[in-house]
């Protein structure tokens, strides 16, 4: 393999604004960044594989798919069973985005004496995305996407004193999309086989999501803190996807590296200084 070369530009602002009482204590920054990968180091997607395959015809890529011998529960014999995905340095790699992320912090001992606030939320939008899988292929962009939505936005508000603090944070992911390689495959095959209309992205698209932790914290003395949690307060339910489109990982029905599949969880636990 070649070494990756990359081309990054990043620019960014932070504001302050110090000069009014007010919001002396509120900062902004903001963040361009570009970065383009020549020569990336990358593993052809599935849906690449099976696309380049099936209607592409191109053999070396389904060299990579193994086929099931035998019938296997609810699977035929000569079902797809496994797809390779041997890394080697493909085309080009970019992402371009917008990290936006406001913080502000105050006292409110005009409600409790010693009581503190701070928050800060952090959005990143993604502007371009895509990989060259193999040089010389199309682009196969991810922006918007399952696992890289447009939007995602991280927030987390907290309120404390010397002794007690309680924090909520919230993470909303936009509304994304499934795999191009895939609709253009289902389409390719509506349209060989007369089923209707071609699907347009909209019609897999998966909503957007929300999810609420919290947690409360108590410090009787220097040595010693305990904590109490709650994850997914709101207790909601991954999204479905469809069984065997790309990013739906096996025996949970989503994505599992992107959407909480286990539902509202609480822990606790005690931290020691020495």
């Not at 015809?57 to 990579?64: A, H, N, W, Y």
């Not at 897999?204 to 997914?232: C, H, I, K, S, W």
Request: proline share 5%; net charge negative.
């Amino acid at each position: 393999m070649d070494a990756e070369r990359a081309r990054s530009i990043t620019a960014g602002v932070v504001i302050n604004p110090r000069q009014i009482p007010a919001l002396r204590n509120l900062v902004l920054s903001v963040d361009y960044y570009n970065i383009n990968i020549k020569d990336a180091i990358v593993a052809p997607p599935r849906a690449f594989t099976l696309t380049q395959c099936f209607q592409e015809g191109v053999q070396e890529f389904c060299d990579l798919i193994e086929r099931r011998q035998v019938e296997s529960g609810s699977n035929s014999a000569g079902s797809i069973e496994f797809i390779d995905a041997p890394l080697f340095n493909g085309g080009a790699l970019k992402v371009e985005g917008i990290d936006f992320v406001l913080a502000y912090r105050t006292g409110l001992d005009r409600f409790m004496s010693g009581l503190n606030m701070n928050a800060r939320v952090a959005w990143t939008h993604v502007l371009e995305g895509f990989v060259i899988p193999v040089p010389g292929s199309e682009k196969d962009p991810f922006a918007g996407e399952i696992g890289t939505a447009k939007d995602r936005v991280n927030g987390t508000i907290g309120f404390n004193t010397n002794k007690v603090g309680l924090s909520f944070t919230g993470t909303y992911i936009g509304k994304s999309f499934e795999d191009n390689n895939y609709l253009d495959r289902i389409n390719a095959a509506r349209a060989r086989f007369d089923i209707g209309p071609p699907l347009d992205k909209n019609d897999l698209a998966t909503p957007a999501q929300f999810y609420l932790d919290a947690q409360a914290t108590f410090t009787p003395a220097r040595q010693y803190e305990m904590f109490v949690g709650v994850d997914n307060l709101l207790d909601n339910d991954a999204p479905n996807l469809l069984s065997g489109t790309t990013f739906n990982t096996t025996g949970s029905d989503t994505a599992a590296d992107v959407y909480d599949i286990f539902g509202r969880r609480y822990y606790a636990g005690v931290r020691l200084r020495f």
